[in-house]
């Protein structure tokens, strides 16, 4: 069975710290996602990585970077937490699957942050 | 602007029928389509994905695809209580994409 892991289920943090959510997969997928999910809004695409110190932006990248210095584990770094961060955050990953059918994405248990 | 729709309900079931639950995408060249189910306050799990025209089959699941039509649906078959969840619809684009765009989810209520 794939397993992604977080780190963390619920963190509060304040605003103006340096927030690091971390996720892990066992299953050598290429590639990694970071998503988060608000009430009506669906979830939303900030960053994925497709190989190792690679990385592209999403759909909200804007307050996030990322780290993937390994394989298996991608970072979610908030430089400096705002209020509008609070939310689910979602680690997901997949196989390459390029051209082809399939490589759907697993997910990991999620991260309720609140930043007070 | 690529986009997948879902009506999002809620859609309410009795226990035992056939809940029907329905996708709409914009992107004509979309290769592949999944299905998760996603409990309150939890992540979401792939029920089944589909990439050819027709019907697909997983235990009380049968996802149906037209692509003509720009549509796949979610069939779930004598429906429980614990069936009752949200269910987000994901495509995956043509070409060389890793992403799946996703739609907004329906939520359903399987009434004992």
């Known amino acids: 069975d794939v397993k992604v892991t977080q780190s963390s289920r619920y963190l509060v943090k304040r605003t103006g710290e340096k927030v690091f959510l971390e996720c892990v997969q066992d299953?050598?997928?290429?590639?990694m996602f970071w998503y988060r999910q608000d009430p009506g809004l669906g979830l939303r695409l900030i960053y994925f990585s497709y190989d190792v110190k690679m990385k592209e932006k999403g759909d909200i990248p804007e307050g996030y970077s990322v780290s993937r210095e390994k394989k298996e584990r991608f970072s979610l770094i908030l430089e400096s937490a705002s209020t509008n961060q609070t939310s689910m955050y979602l680690c997901a990953s997949s196989f390459l699957g390029l051209q082809g059918p399939g490589d759907e994405q697993f997910f990991g248990p999620g991260t309720r942050l609140t930043v007070l | 602007q690529k986009e997948v729709e879902q009506n999002s309900g809620p859609l309410s079931v009795p226990e035992g029928a056939i809940a029907s639950l329905n996708c709409t995408y914009s992107d004509r060249g979309s290769q592949s389509f999944f299905w998760y189910r996603q409990y309150s306050g939890k992540s979401p799990e792939l029920i089944m994905f589909i990439y050819s025209n027709g019907d697909k089959e997983d235990g009380r699941f049968t996802a149906q695809l037209n692509k003509a039509s720009q549509y796949v649906s979610l069939l779930i078959r004598d429906s429980q209580p614990s069936d009752s969840a949200t269910y987000l619809c994901a495509v995956k684009g043509a070409g060389n994409n890793r992403k799946l765009i996703w739609g907004l989810g329906t939520s359903l209520a399987v009434n004992p």
């Open positions: 299953m050598d997928h290429e590639n």
